[in-house]
């Protein structure tokens, strides 16, 4: 029998997150495919698709500081949770459960305008990340 550490699975949704050059544009092209609708999401690069059976693509355009996603790799899950007014600590927690699950960090977490963020591998290499936002973020 599997037993797992309480991860406070009734604050953590699954949503798709989709690196993109113009996120607007193709947040629309997804919702009309789809025939579902689309908003802003945390910023102007940002924006979100809800799903017609459950849950939300978001589309980001990555930080100009950062390496672009390496193509067929630009879709990946993500974990999020809305935390406290200290989201980086609640994700440092978080990432210390995922590891002792087998999962492991492809980069150091980072404090952002809209949350914590971290990139992980799951035990067999895939990535996610996982998003701690504050408690008032928008789009939460």
């Known amino acids: 029998m599997l037993t797992m550490t309480k991860m406070s699975a009734e604050t953590t949704s699954l949503s798709w ?13 997804y919702a009309k495919a789809l025939g579902c ?28 500081q950062r ?9 990946a899950p993500c974990f999020q949770r809305v935390g406290t007014d200290h989201p980086e600590t609640e994700l440092g927690r ?8 087998g999962a492991r960090r492809r980069e150091a977490a980072r404090l ?3 949350g914590a963020e971290c ?5 067999e290499g895939q990535p996610f990340l996982t998003l701690v936002l504050p408690q008032a973020a928008p789009g939460s």
């Open 67 to 75: 390496p672009w996603p390496v193509r067929g790799a630009a879709l």
């Open 17 to 29: 997150v989709l690196a993109a050059n113009n996120p607007q544009s193709l947040a629309e092209f």
């Open 112 to 114: 952002e305008s809209f």
């Open 119 to 123: 990139w992980m591998e799951d035990p």
């Open 37 to 64: 609708s689309c908003r802003a999401g945390l910023s102007d690069q940002h924006w979100m698709v809800s799903l017609p059976t459950g849950g939300t693509l978001q589309i980001y355009r990555p930080s100009r």
């Open 94 to 101: 978080w990432i210390e459960q995922l590891e002792a699950l």
